[in-house]
């Protein structure tokens, strides 16, 4: 169906100008495409950027924990090591997020990125006391934070409605396929050529990645007009996000990864139960990202915004309901493909990520992005602690069926939070994204700016 809207014929008519109707589709408007996602060169530039990153993080960390248990024969050093990734990020999520909106987010992405290239580059330096290496892992992980809170605040100026929800999902996607790439390639480059290339690799993949920012994504000012001391960003964020009901019910959904992503923080034990080894191990870590990374691409794409948020809650709490099929004990196999089912149901997390961007303010957004990175990162570690100490004393089958079941009740309640809310919310979140409704009336096209 075809109706008419009225534009003038030009910015200064007169109020008795002649009004000019041109055909509008009252349809639905075409889906946005991947390729219209990566058809904008800034994308383009933030995403290899991404792989780069990820890539050479994954490696590194890998890399660095071989080397410290090589050169020490100690568990415990190289676990303090691979711990790199919670305890450094959780700092930096809370205290150095909101650079991003104190500073132009380009700058800071740039900045992150050579900073990190130095310090991977010190790491080279022969007979490198190994207190000093874990200090350096530690301090390169700090600055990620701040790098991946521009870079998500950044992609909502870069790409706009509905394109953002495909945009988000190839960069989780990504992310995931990265985390297991990562891993795998670390151990392997470790094994042929020895740590320190993978090192060098490291830091090579920040200075590409940093010339790729500066040269590819446009120049922006800086999202916040004032330039609030640290501490009182970090309080205006808190009330920000935790001031706003729909906002905290959206941080609490994506929070719950914590449960349905015990399966990788004790794969090992799972697989030793199993009678597999490190390469069980590895089979399961790749089923729980795998799963989640082939399915949110098609759910970002196929599911309509306010489609992908009525479903939100119902599929939360089946990514964590799944895991409790593992009671029973399955096989390899089974445990393989159950941890890939809830891998596909937490591609839910799309519809929390495009809502939550969608309802914080610009000046706020990288401050609230580290709020929510923080909580996970935390929300992780103790979950993956839990789940550590209590497998010592039942099944790590029973462990994971536990945790799923105590998700899968978190999620229905948030789930029945988020229904009785004002279906206001739901709309508003999905208004931003679906901007190219159809036209059902005509409307003159003076009255449709002022609103």
């Known amino acids: 169906m075809i109706v008419g809207l009225s534009v003038s014929g030009g910015r200064h008519a007169s109020a008795g100008a002649k009004k000019k109707w041109v055909a509008v589709s009252s349809s639905p408007a075409q889906r946005a495409t991947f390729r219209d996602v990566f058809a904008v060169r800034e994308f383009r530039a933030l995403w290899l950027s991404q792989i780069l990153s990820a890539g050479g993080d994954r490696l590194a960390l890998v890399a660095l924990a071989l080397l410290i248990y090589d050169r020490t024969r100690s568990p415990l050093l190289a676990a303090i090591a691979y711990a790199a990734g919670t305890l ?7 205290f150095l997020s909101g650079i991003a909106d104190r500073f132009p987010r380009r700058e800071v992405m740039v900045t992150c990125d050579v900073v990190r290239a130095a310090l991977v580059a010190v790491m080279l330096v022969p007979r490198m006391p190994l207190d000093v290496l ?55 480059t470790v094994a042929l050529l020895g740590a320190r290339p993978a090192l060098g690799f490291d830091a090579a993949t920040f200075v590409v990645s940093a010339l790729l920012i500066k040269f590819c994504v446009l120049a922006r000012p800086a999202a916040a007009t004032s330039v609030p001391s640290a501490l009182r960003q970090l309080g205006d964020g808190a009330r920000v996000v935790f001031g706003d009901r729909a906002l905290r019910i959206l941080l609490m959904l994506g929070w719950l990864a ?5 399966p990788g923080g004790i794969a090992a034990p799972y697989a030793a139960r199993l009678g597999g080894g490190p390469v069980a191990a590895g ?14 691409p098609v759910f970002a794409k196929r599911i309509g915004p306010l489609t992908r948020l009525k479903w939100m809650g119902p599929m939360a709490a089946c990514a964590c309901g799944t895991l409790m099929l593992t009671v029973f004990r399955p096989g390899l196999a089974a445990s393989m493909a159950i941890f890939a089912l809830s891998g596909c149901f937490a591609m839910y997390q799309i519809a929390a990520n495009t809502a939550f961007v969608e309802r914080v303010r610009s000046d706020r957004r990288a401050q609230a992005f580290g709020f929510a990175n923080a909580g996970l990162v935390a929300g992780q570690g103790a979950a993956f602690a839990l789940a550590g100490a209590a497998a010592e004393m039942v099944s790590p089958s029973t462990v994971i069926a536990l945790g799923g079941g105590l998700g899968a009740l978190a999620a229905c309640g948030l789930a029945l939070r988020w229904r009785g809310m004002s279906p206001a919310v739901g709309r508003h979140s999905a208004r931003h994204l679906n901007h190219q409704a159809s036209v059902t009336r005509r409307t003159p096209a003076h009255t449709a700016r002022s609103h």
């Open 283 to 296: 089979l399961l870590i790749a089923a729980t990202q795998l799963g989640a990374a082939m399915a949110t």
């Open 134 to 188: 874990i200090a350096l892992l530690y301090a390169v992980t700090a600055f990620q934070p701040p790098f991946d809170a521009a870079r998500s605040a950044i992609l909502r100026d870069m790409i706009q409605g509905e394109r953002y929800a495909l945009a988000a999902a190839t960069m989780q996607s990504t992310f995931r396929v990265m985390v297991v790439a990562g891993a795998a390639a670390g151990g392997l």
């Open 258 to 262: 914590a449960f349905y992503e015990i």
């Open 88 to 94: 450094p990020y959780l700092i930096g999520a809370l």
